[in-house]
């Protein structure tokens, strides 16, 4: 099935540094979801967008909607250790069946103290 | 409530043996996802019902897997015989449909069974 293309795939920083990512797609989404999975557990949704171009926080974490509709970013600021993690992105494509996502491959943050 | 219930958390099984998976839905929820998680492929949709009813099952890999939702508190999802290439974590997700601001396609996933096949 079709996949959307996240990246970066990994990465490290250094505690307190600030985080983006990001997802593209070649057709046109009409929702963008952002969730996070920590070891051994499933994904959790941290933030649902349904606009295009629609900005929404939820704490430190920030993420956009798109003008183009294909695509999203999400940043986070100031990291802190808990924000290790695979962060994915999820949309559903423009005209398809209502409740059916993609998923993106993932982006595992590592962080250093 | 209590969450995406799914059980076992782990399953470790040889080769041609049957494995089922099951899963409690949110109670209220009437959208019920199975997903699978490797490396190689991220998270695949496998199959998705609604009021129990399968409604999108292009993604089951082949005829060896199957899936039921007998009542809206249940669901199984059943690989008979199995194979080492199954090996991965399955997760099942569900999610209420009302209109795109209401939380729709919002998922609450399951914490996953991870299967294993020797």
């Known amino acids: 099935g079709q996949q959307l293309n996240q990246s970066p795939q990994s990465m490290f920083i250094q505690e307190g540094e600030d985080v983006s990512m990001n997802c593209t797609s070649s057709?046109?989404?009409?929702?963008w979801l952002w969730y996070k999975q920590d070891p051994g557990e499933g994904p959790v949704l941290l933030i649902a967008?349904?606009?295009?171009?629609e900005l929404t926080s939820n704490g430190r974490l920030t993420a956009q909607f798109g003008i183009t509709r294909k695509d999203s970013f999400l940043n986070i600021s100031a990291s802190i250790p808990s924000d290790v993690g695979i962060y994915f992105c999820?949309?559903?494509?423009?005209?398809?069946?209502?409740?059916?996502?993609?998923f993106g491959q993932g982006t595992r943050l590592t962080i250093n103290p | 409530d209590a969450g995406v219930i799914q059980s076992p958390r782990h399953e470790v099984t040889e080769m041609g043996q049957e494995v089922t998976l099951r899963c409690k839905p949110i109670?209220?929820?009437?959208?019920l996802f199975w997903y699978r998680q490797t490396m190689m492929r991220g998270l695949e949709l496998l199959i998705y019902?609604?009021?129990?009813?399968?409604?999108?099952d292009s993604g089951m890999p082949e005829d060896r897997f199957s899936a039921k939702m007998p009542n809206a508190s249940f669901s199984t999802l059943k690989i008979q015989p199995s194979e080492p290439r199954d090996s991965a974590v399955y997760f099942c997700?569900?999610?209420?449909?009302?209109?795109?601001?209401?939380?729709?396609?919002?998922?609450?996933f399951g914490a996953g069974s991870r299967l294993t096949v020797l």
């Open positions: 997700a569900s999610s209420f449909p009302t209109g795109e601001r209401s939380g729709a396609n919002v998922l609450t």
């Open positions: 057709s046109i989404f009409n929702t």
């Open positions: 967008l349904y606009k295009a171009g």
């Open positions: 999820a949309g559903r494509e423009r005209g398809q069946g209502a409740q059916k996502l993609v």
């Open positions: 109670s209220g929820h009437d959208y």
């Open positions: 019902f609604n009021n129990n009813v399968p409604i999108d």
